[in-house]
Each structure stands twice: as C-alpha cells, then as structure tokens.
C-alpha cells in the first residue's frame, strides 16, 4: 500500500522543520511572510489538535492489514469526518484556507506511514510511538509557550485584534508563535533522528 524511502526521515522531518522556521520568522517579523500569518499561523495550531486526534487513527487503520480496498474506504471515512471541523473552522472564516491547511498538516502527519519509515514489522509500534510523542510535545510546548517568560519580539495584539476570539494567545499572540515554533521543531528533530535503516544501505558493523 505504501513504499519506502532510502532517507524516509529528512522526507517526513523537512516539512515540521519548515513550519517551525516559518513561526520563528512570523515571531521575529509578523509580516515578512505576508499580512495575515499571525491569525493563519494560530489557526494551524488549533488544526494540529485535530490532526494528532485523527492521524492517529488514521494510522491504526492503515496499517492494521487486511483488505486494502476497504481500508482506504475506512480511512477515507475518517478523513471526512474530520474535514468537518477544518469546514467549520473555513465557515467562521469566510475561507477555504482552513480546509487547505488542514489538508497539508494531515498528509505531513501520515508521511512517515506513506514513506515506510517505520522499520519492516513494527510499523504499528513505531506509528503509535511517534503519535504519543506528538502529543507530549503539543502538551509541553503550549505549558511552556504559556508559563514562561517570552519576549514578543515583533508580534504585539494588534495582528489578532481584528478577530472576534478572546483569550491568552489572543492577548498575547507571541506565545502561539513561541508554542508552534517549539512544537514543530522538536517534531522535526524527532522525525529527523528516527532513521529506518532497513529502507536504505545496511548499516556498518560495530568495530
């Protein structure tokens, strides 16, 4: 169903990477990568809370085996379903963007399925790890984005004072960018580190 890649890492690892640079730099200059990237970047957050939900089980179902056919229906099912969030999320903005956002996060959260990274015959163990750690960075970078002392560099209120939303990141739009550029990078350097050695050359003996 799917193939592998000789450096399925730096495939699934590179586009984390890039979105952590990409708050990084909307942090530093809330328009050198256009107007609206401080409101988009905070909706891609929100977005990965649903992607870590539904590429889990996305992952469970794709490689749990079985008729094909059917577990493509399934997962395409599940992909649907939860479309419909990225909808109401596209609804509240007058936009398709959300849609197309959410799109590419769950396609960069299913690659290292679809590039084979996992090694051969613990596809299941290695998804379901990566998925955990996923969720223990989402957790631990937005207490840390929240509980420390962050600097706000470019960003200020005013890229978020024209939406109709409230609370802390609202307030303080800095730390969303802190949270995306901690998660995303630590994702990246996870993804960068779990290489699946079978997929390429064998490794060297140990001297």
Do not use: C
């Not at 002392?149 to 802390?168: F, R």
């Amino acid at each position: 169903m799917f193939f592998r890649l000789p450096y399925s890492n730096i495939v699934s690892g590179l586009p984390d990477l890039m979105l952590g640079i990409t708050f990084l730099v909307t942090w530093i200059d809330p328009y050198a990568l256009g107007d609206d990237m401080v409101p988009f970047l905070s909706m891609v957050m929100l977005l990965e809370f649903i992607i870590i939900h539904s590429s889990g089980f996305m992952t469970a179902f794709a490689l749990r085996g079985g008729d094909k056919k059917k577990t493509l229906l399934i997962m395409a099912g599940l992909g649907a379903f939860y479309m419909l969030f990225a909808g109401a999320f596209a609804a509240s903005f007058n936009s398709w963007w959300p849609v197309i956002a959410f799109g590419g996060l769950l396609l960069n959260r299913m690659l290292s399925v679809i590039t084979g990274q996992a090694p051969e015959g613990k596809e299941t163990d290695f998804a379901m790890m990566q998925w955990a750690s996923n969720v223990f960075f989402y957790l631990m970078s937005v207490f840390a984005a929240i509980m420390l002392p962050l600097p706000e560099l470019g960003v200020t209120h005013e890229q978020m004072a024209h939406l109709d939303m409230s609370g802390e990141f609202v307030d303080e739009p800095h730390r969303m960018m802190a949270w995306g550029f901690l998660y995303f990078t630590l994702v990246s350097a996870v993804e960068f580190a779990m290489r699946n050695t079978s997929a390429g050359a064998p490794e060297k003996p140990a001297v």
